[in-house]
């Protein structure tokens, strides 16, 4: 009955009634009692537990403890969605949190790691070295910090804050120094998920405060557009000397060498992207890219047309595969490559980006294995964050045509009334195989891309 | 056994029987708290206060101002306490006036209850219609949806009015003569009303009920200026929307006003002295709350800070919200906001009520009150014939839980002994989704089993597994039970979820009648509705040990 006071006369809150169960046991960070260290290092991983026996895959809500919190077994340490409800899941081992391989609001299937507990402090280090290893990861901050920090990246992860009181009583930046920023609650929260310093945004709204949109224009004005990261600034080129090719640009010169060999033909397309611009726009924050959107967009118009998924091996015979293998290239320091998006057409938006995040980061560290690179069956290129209008690729061997995409420029068009206005449209231009690919077959899959473009509704599926 | 001695002496028309266990169990009656009463206090006080009791009620039934009085009952307070009260006195035969001095319905109809839940009926719709995301998982296409505020607030408004004559009309037509003016109690059965601080007419009565309730408590530093920075009572005529306003206080009311806020486009933040939100929920509701309510909300929020000082906006500066750490005391930030509205809780309106002259004095404005709602003096002993109900005493700040107070009291007052049972009024919140509980949170659930020396147990089922909730898409949502493993008694439930505060009631029906979980086990629920949350819960609960039997009459 107490209680149910509490409801309405805050007037004498009894603190200690309160204090009992302390956020549910959520508070791992309170220190235990002193543990000797033990001389054999141990990483621990946690593991994404099947909490039913249809469960495959699991949702984390929050993680109760945040990197570097001491745990004691029995914990409880991350907050678990399954498709019946959300558990608690506790810790085997005492140890130290080292590392969250999956932050809250993503998903990992049943068995997979998702944190990584380190037995002593010292180890924290090692793990969390370990985990910028391990392909998973998605936010892996460096061992000096002591917090789980967002990773500033244009693919703009959005992991919820944790739910632990203390730590989000004071959300805003502002009490440190003399320096404030007041900004809407909304603004706060997208500042937070899209990676923005609200230092460094001017408000707009009443007395200067910084509203969401203010947030949201500083989010996008850095490159939108485009997909592939940009490149690694290259060093400079020492003139005037003869460089030998590195393994990699040997294999590059060797494959476009042997395109020579196959008779290919283009065919060019103008697509209006609005639509798809404002779909970008509403599922950004969700860690949807523009690659993955076009990636989608591709497999979906290769399903109904299976030949231009198709290669010729041999000179004799087409060889249609069984899956749509989207390839895209990316452009990494020293060089290019082609990471894999498998099956793009049968999995969602948001999975797509999310392996597309994980592959690009293995490409950044030069850890792709061979079959998520060389197992395209389709390739996609962009160079519209460069500004380019159109370009034309060259067909790698082995696959039956390349796309390149063009940056989407506001045009302006004559309209079927009769009237002039303005769209943003992007030019794309494919590159096939002529023993394989006719110009009507094409044709009509451009045509098939530039509706599902135009009309994007589907590729959120 | 002093009251079946009692019952010979009165021989009144209303003849309080031999125990039976029916009557153990009306209005949630505890059949231990009345055999522990009857025993550890003086049996002859006992005993004589229901003698009197009993033979007041004897000769007075029925009869219009017998015995000299000119009414059976006054009732000083029209709200939802009073008329509850008066409807069921007047059902007994008791001659009822009933003395208001604002308007009929007081904060529940007025202020309180009613305009709040038109606002949030309009704030639940808006909600759905603006989640594009629901929508279109229903196969649904909304092309814009919008609000017009005046027509929002004209919605409450009306609301408000139509329930208040309502409420007017039903006691008009049963014959309680309502009296304009503000009472005060002069003398023992003795009441004067009229005008503040005129207090010209005269009227004698047996029982006195006070049923004045409460008003928003206003801390300290706070500067009230009814546009941008108020309470509730201001809040619900909805005179504007702002972009952000700051909610001091993340109580219901708080957590109420920023479902509505945030629907009709506001943002909100929350001020909270305590180190939790709603910390007057069972912690893990309070935690799932907070993941459904707030955080994908445009919701932020400062815990265990008070707000120290606060200015309402003038010449174009917004209103300036100064926290101060809690325990610390120093200052931590300041807020700019649009606008502020405090929900720090409500303080009894128990002022001018003439309690000095029956030696009555009020502890932080609250009246004492025992378990059958007589008034208790300085001294600590019951004052006869005057009775207090309702947010004036604070024992459960509820519309129901006032009117509930106000039957017992008539109850007792006609002849028959009655103890309320708070235990098994239920509470709700009605955000969206909805919250509501009934009994003990778990925390309390477990320090009480640590006091007395037994076992609770806890089971949960999500909404997510029930199929209407899912063909709504509101899957959203959590149902708790804290039971004894070895009695099968239900000692709390909790439920957050789609229409938790309609689901609550069975739960609360067991808790008012003794219900053990496997006597409901085996009843069957219709399919599919949200109730079968409640038939899982049930069938979940493993009582294992020997059950006492709890129906057994008290032994003599």
């Known amino acids: 009955m107490a209680g149910l006071l509490h409801l309405h006369s805050t007037l004498l809150p009894s603190a200690s009634l309160l204090r009992q169960r302390g956020g549910g046991g959520a508070q791992a960070a309170a220190p235990r009692r002193r543990r000797a260290c033990r001389v054999e290092a141990k990483i621990r991983e946690i593991f994404m537990p099947a909490l039913s026996s249809t469960m495959t895959e699991g949702k984390i809500v929050a993680w109760n403890a945040a990197e570097g919190d001491r745990l004691s077994k029995g914990d409880p340490v991350v907050v678990v969605e399954s498709d019946k409800a959300d558990m608690d899941v506790e810790t085997f081992h005492d140890g130290f949190l080292a590392a969250v391989l999956v932050p809250a609001g993503e998903s990992a299937p049943v068995g997979s790691a998702i944190a990584l507990l380190a037995e002593s402090e010292e180890e924290i280090p090692l793990a969390r070295s370990q985990a910028a290893n391990l392909s998973s990861s998605s936010a892996a901050p460096p061992p000096a910090t002591q917090e789980t920090v967002p990773e500033e990246s244009s693919l703009a992860p959005p992991p919820p804050p944790p739910p632990a009181p203390v730590a989000a009583s004071a959300p805003s930046p502002a009490t440190q120094g003399g320096a404030r920023v007041v900004a809407s609650p909304y603004a706060k929260k997208l500042a937070k998920e899209l990676s923005v310093d609200l230092f460094s945004v001017t408000g707009s709204g009443p007395g200067g405060r910084v509203v969401a949109k203010d947030v949201e224009a500083a989010a996008a004005s850095p490159t939108k557009a485009a997909a592939a990261p940009v490149a690694a600034a290259r060093p400079d080129v020492p003139l005037g000397s003869t460089v030998p090719f590195t393994t990699m640009q040997g294999a590059v010169s060797k494959n476009m060498v042997e395109s020579l060999a196959v008779p290919t033909f283009r065919v060019g397309y103008t697509i209006t992207t609005d639509a798809l611009d404002q779909l970008y726009k509403k599922i950004k924050s969700k860690g949807v890219t523009m690659t993955a959107l076009l990636a989608k967009a591709t497999a979906m118009a290769l399903v109904q047309h299976p030949v231009v998924n198709s290669s010729c091996r041999d000179g004799q015979s087409f060889t249609y595969n069984s899956s749509i293998n989207i390839a895209v290239a990316v452009a990494i320091d020293g060089g290019l490559i082609t990471p894999v998006l498998q099956d793009a057409d049968k999995l969602d938006i948001y999975t797509l980006s999310r392996k597309w995040k994980e592959l690009v980061e293995k490409a950044r560290a030069k850890q792709l294995q061979p079959q998520e690179y060389n197992s395209g069956t389709f390739t996609l290129s962009n160079l519209g964050m460069f500004g380019v209008d159109r370009f034309d690729a060259i067909l790698p061997p082995g696959t039956g045509a390349i796309m390149a995409v063009g940056s989407s420029q506001p045009t302006v068009v004559g309209t079927k009334d009769g009237r002039i206005g303005m769209k943003n449209q992007m030019q794309v231009n494919v590159t096939a195989d002529h023993r394989v690919i006719y110009g009507s077959d094409l044709a009509a899959f451009l045509q098939t891309l530039s509706k599902i473009i135009e009309d994007p509704k589907d590729l959120t599926f | ?556």
Not at chain 2, 32 to 49: F, K, N, V
Not at chain 2, 177 to 196: A, H, N, S
Not at chain 2, 460 to 479: C, P, Q, R, V, W
Request: a negative charge; hydrophobic letters at 45%; glycine letters at 10%.
């Open chain 2, 1 to 556: 056994m002093s009251l079946s001695t009692a019952a010979v002496v009165a021989g009144g028309a209303v003849r309080p029987d031999a125990i039976r266990p029916a009557d153990l169990r009306f209005c949630g009656l505890r059949r231990e708290a009345l055999g522990i009463r009857l025993l550890s206090a003086s049996p002859q006080a006992a005993a004589a206060a229901k003698r009197k009791v009993l033979a007041a009620a004897a000769t007075g039934n029925g009869a219009a101002g017998s015995a000299g009085f000119d009414y059976d009952l006054v009732i000083i307070g029209a709200g939802v306490g009073g008329h509850g009260a008066a409807l069921h006195a007047v059902e007994k035969g008791l001659k009822t006036a009933i003395i208001e001095g604002d308007v009929v319905g007081g904060t529940c109809v007025n202020r309180g209850c009613v305009p709040s839940k038109a606002l949030l009926a309009v704030s639940g719709r808006m909600r759905e219609l603006q989640d594009e995301h629901h929508m279109k998982s229903l196969g649904l296409q909304v092309s814009s949806s919008g609000y017009d505020r005046q027509s929002v607030a004209d919605h409450a408004n009306n609301l408000a009015s139509k329930i208040r004559s309502n409420l007017t009309n039903s006691m008009k037509s049963l014959g309680v003569d309502i009296l304009t003016g503000f009472g005060t109690v002069v003398g023992k059965q003795k009441v004067r009303y009229g005008k503040v601080g005129f207090p010209d007419n005269e009227i004698t009565a047996r029982n006195i009920i006070i049923a004045t309730g409460s008003v928003p408590f206003v801390p300290k530093g706070i500067e009230i200026d009814g546009k941008t920075v108020f309470t509730s009572d201001h809040a619900l005529k909805l005179e504007s929307v702002p972009d952000w306003i700051a909610i001091v206080g993340s109580g219901y009311i708080g957590l109420e006003f920023s479902d509505v806020y945030t629907a009709l486009g506001s943002e909100v933040t929350f001020v909270e002295a305590l180190d939790q939100l709603m910390p007057g929920f069972d912690p893990e509701i309070a935690k799932l709350a907070q993941r459904i309510l707030i955080n994908p909300r445009k919701i932020d929020y400062h815990t265990g800070v008070f707000a120290s000082k606060i200015t309402p906006a003038k010449n174009g500066k917004p209103v300036l919200i100064e926290l101060i750490d809690a325990k610390t005391k120093e200052h931590k930030e300041t807020l700019e906001v649009d606008a502020a509205l405090i929900a720090t809780g409500r303080a009894p309106f128990t002022k001018g009520l003439g309690l000095e002259n029956m030696n009555v004095v009020t502890q932080r404005g609250f009246i004492p009150v025992d378990e059958r709602m007589q008034v208790m003096d300085a001294d600590g002993n019951a004052v006869p014939n005057l009775y207090c109900i309702g947010d004036a005493n604070g024992k459960l700040m509820l519309a129901h839980a006032a009117s509930a107070q106000g039957i017992s009291v008539v109850e007792q007052i006609s002849g028959k002994d009655n103890i309320l049972n708070h235990l098994s009024i239920p509470a709700a919140c009605f955000t969206h989704p909805e919250i509501s509980m009934v009994g003990l949170t778990e925390p309390q659930a477990r320090e009480q089993a640590d006091q007395e020396g037994f076992e609770i147990s806890v089971v949960k089922t999500s909404f997510k597994a029930n199929t209407k909730a899912l063909a709504e898409n509101e899957g959203d949502g959590i149902a708790k039970m804290i039971y004894r493993p070895d009695t099968g008694e239900i000692l709390g439930v909790h439920i957050l979820g789609l229409h938790a505060a309609d689901l609550i009631h069975e739960a609360s029906n067991a808790i008012a009648l003794g219900t053990r979980v496997q006597d409901i086990k085996l009843v069957v629920h219709a399919h599919p509705t949200l109730s079968e949350v409640l038939d899982e819960l049930f069938k979940a609960a493993k009582v294992t040990g020997i059950p006492q039997a709890v129906s057994e009459p008290v032994a003599a």
